[in-house]
T-cell receptor
Framework: GIQVEQSPPDLILQEGANSTLRCNFS?????LQWFHQNPWGQLINLFY???GTKQNGRLSATTVATERYSLLYISSSQTTDSGVYFC???????????FGQGTRLTINP | ETGVTQSPTHLIKTRGQQVTLRCSSQ?????VSWYQQALGQGPQFIFQ???????GRGNFPPRFSGLQFPNYSSELNVNALELDDSALYLC??????????FGPGTRLLVL
């Protein structure tokens, strides 16, 4: 099965800073999603981005499918951005999403 | 809000007991996937149901079983509970292989 590696595992920043989270895949995926898990455990969809670049407010994501990686950018971080960010991918024809171990982001006021 | 609901929110069981978790999918979705998330880990795929049939299974023993109903809601059943089954159980609904949307989860503690 595919392996998903996220970096860094932990990131501590001050409010207002920018951050970049990375996700590497061991194989090509045709369904790549980024999630934010809030303190209560809810996984919130951020982006469905098998390739290209998307932006939603202060968040944007870029996937370079040919090089098997994706980046999540958070600009002007707020304390509410704190939590764990997961990327997940699915091989073509497979049913399961394979998740990385997550990046724990802490934004201090 | 994703429109995916799960019940109960929390549950405490003892070793050897059986548990049933429930998931209602988002309107218009015909596929439900279940995941187990241990503390500090990413979610792990248990199985998926599509149109009431199991459509794929992860590396979980047969004591993890499920059902999907005609309205596409789903149940996850776990028999002979073990301490390591303590986790957050997440269900996700989708329209076939499209984007999965997750419910709030059920926290299971096995004592």
């Amino acid at each position: 099965g595919i392996q998903v590696e996220q970096s860094p595992p932990d990131l501590i920043l001050q409010e207002g800073a920018n951050s970049t989270l990375r996700c590497n895949f061991s194989d090509s995926v045709n369904n790549l999603q980024w999630f934010h898990q809030n303190p209560w455990g809810q996984l919130i969809n951020l982006f469905y981005i098998p390739s290209g670049t998307k932006q939603n407010g202060r968040l944007s994501a870029t996937t370079v499918a040919t090089e098997r990686y994706s980046l999540l950018y958070i600009s002007s971080s707020q304390t509410t951005d704190s939590g764990v960010y997961f990327c997940a991918g699915r091989l073509q024809g497979a049913q399961k999403l394979v998740f990385g171990q997550g990046t724990r982001l802490t934004i201090n006021p | 809000e994703t429109g995916v609901t799960q019940s109960p929110t929390h549950l405490i069981k003892t070793r050897g007991q059986q548990v049933t978790l429930r998931c209602s999918s988002q309107s218009g979705h015909n596929t439900v996937s279940w995941y187990q998330q241990a503390l500090g880990q990413g979610p792990q795929f248990i199985f998926q149901y599509y149109r009431e049939e199991e459509n794929g299974r992860g590396n979980f023993p047969p004591r993890f079983s499920g059902l999907q109903f005609p309205n596409y809601s789903s149940e996850l059943n776990v028999n002979a509970l073990e301490l390591d089954d303590s986790a957050l159980y997440l269900c996700a609904s989708s329209k076939g292989s499209e984007t999965q949307y997750f419910g709030p989860g059920t926290r299971l503690l096995v004592l």
